[in-house]
């Protein structure tokens, strides 16, 4: 018997909640970035951080998403920073008055943006070269393995490996160069 009743509102729901869960878990280097320029120690910054990651959740219905997730996000971590100053006095903060602090918060949204689009074109990139080439990136990478052990499985030299894997980062390189002029030119 089958006891499972979600409804395909049920069902929408958590699938606009796994999104965005996506989009928090990828804002968490650059939001970790805005607010280190913000506090100068990491249990201040881990506190904020969580704070902030809370709060995001709290108001994730209120989050437009025709509009920039990290540009919202910096805004509410810059709120956050300030209660948190509020509350633990201002001994805890890099010493920035209040309009360079939210130009700070203006900038880091935008680069992180930017970096997210880079980024999303990249993958882009990586998923068009043919499958030997992406599995090498893969073992050198993400797994982290050594030029040197790569060279030994497949039987080559360590400098012709190498040289491979900078013709492949320049081949991505031209790629998202490409992308981004004809992102541009549209």
Not at 35 to 49: G, M
Not at 125 to 130: A, G, K, S
Request: proline content about 2%.
């Amino acid at each position: 018997m089958n006891l499972d009743v979600t409804s395909p509102c049920d069902e929408q729901e958590a699938s606009r909640d796994e999104r965005f869960v996506a989009l928090v878990a990828s804002s968490q280097v650059p939001l970790r970035a805005f607010l280190r320029t913000l506090l100068r120690c990491d249990a201040d910054l881990d506190d904020v951080l969580q704070e902030t990651n809370m709060v995001l959740w709290r108001k994730r219905g209120d989050y437009d998403p025709t509009r920039t997730f990290m540009s919202w996000a910096c805004k509410i971590a810059h709120l956050q920073t300030l209660a948190y100053w509020k509350k633990h006095g201002r001994q805890c903060h890099q010493s920035l008055s209040e309009p360079l602090v939210a130009e700070i918060a203006a900038i880091s949204a935008q680069q992180a943006e930017e970096t997210n689009e880079k980024l999303a074109l990249l993958r882009s990139c990586v998923q068009q070269l043919n499958e030997t080439r992406r599995r090498l990136l893969q073992s050198r990478y993400q797994k982290q393995v050594s030029v040197k052990q790569l060279a030994e499985v497949q039987g080559r030299t360590a400098e012709s490996l190498a040289m491979e894997l900078f013709r492949i980062r320049i081949q991505l390189r031209s790629c998202v160069e490409r992308k981004l002029d004809a992102e541009v030119a549209t």
